[in-house]
């Protein structure tokens, strides 16, 4: 069974950064791309990016440029997300899906992680 | 980038009626199209992709339509079991989500 478990909530102050991590199982990871998607409070989804797992290879969605970092660890099937000069406006629910296969170019996300919530606060 | 708009933004339905949510997208995205249902507190869960094809396990009281820009959501069937908020999404390379549909029983 494909599972993607999240790392726990994070607080933070402005200006800061976070890392939070996505361990999946089930599946074969290398396979596949990992998607980020956001969801503010009372708000609805938003894409962030995505990342190939086999070879580590990132698109991001262009608000995002500039400060926000997708890697993976192939030894432990983890993807992590990174986000940088934080302001209350990324305090959200962030959640990993799993994308499609590498080969396949457009996908949906078929499988949800269990989402991280972040809260930016002085 | 692709805007996908949902309408309409909130829905109030009695049980056992049949309700329709619509989804256009500001230019053709053939048939990459997904519907996602979300209940408080937890994650998304994909119902149905490629416009139509309802996913292993969903109901099939739900079904999906459209092409190119235009899309519908249709529960045949109204069920307590359905009240969340529907979002769509396009795949062609954006991964844009609609606002979504907040589905509530009257």
């Known amino acids: 069974q494909v599972h993607l478990v999240q790392s726990g909530a994070e607080v933070k102050k402005p200006g800061a950064s976070v890392k939070i991590s996505c361990q999946a199982s089930?599946?074969?990871?290398?396979?596949?791309?990992m998607h980020w998607v956001r969801q503010a409070p009372g708000q609805g989804l938003e894409w962030m990016g995505r990342i190939n797992l086999m070879g580590g290879g990132t698109s991001y969605a262009q608000k995002f440029q500039g400060r926000v970092s997708m890697t993976r660890d192939t030894s432990t099937n983890t993807v992590y997300l990174e986000l940088t000069s934080l302001t209350s406006e990324d305090t959200a629910v962030y959640y990993c899906a799993r994308g499609g296969e590498i080969l396949v170019i457009y996908y949906y996300m078929d499988v949800w992680g269990t989402g991280t919530t972040v809260t930016v606060s002085s | 980038d692709i805007q996908m708009t949902q309408s309409p933004s909130t829905l109030s339905a009695s049980v056992g009626d049949r309700v329709t949510i619509t989804c256009r997208a500001s230019q053709s995205i053939s048939t990459w199209l997904a519907w996602y249902q979300q209940k408080p507190g937890k994650p998304p869960k994909v119902l149905i992709s490629k416009v139509f094809s309802l996913e292993s396990g969903v109901p099939s009281r739900f079904s999906g339509s459209g092409s190119e820009t235009e899309f519908t959501l249709t529960i045949s069937s109204l069920q307590p079991d359905d009240v969340a908020t529907y979002y769509c999404?396009?795949?062609?390379?954006?991964?844009?989500f609609g606002q979504g549909t907040k589905v509530e029983i009257k």
């Open positions: 089930g599946f074969t990871f290398t396979l596949y791309y």
């Open positions: 999404q396009e795949y062609s390379g954006y991964w844009t």
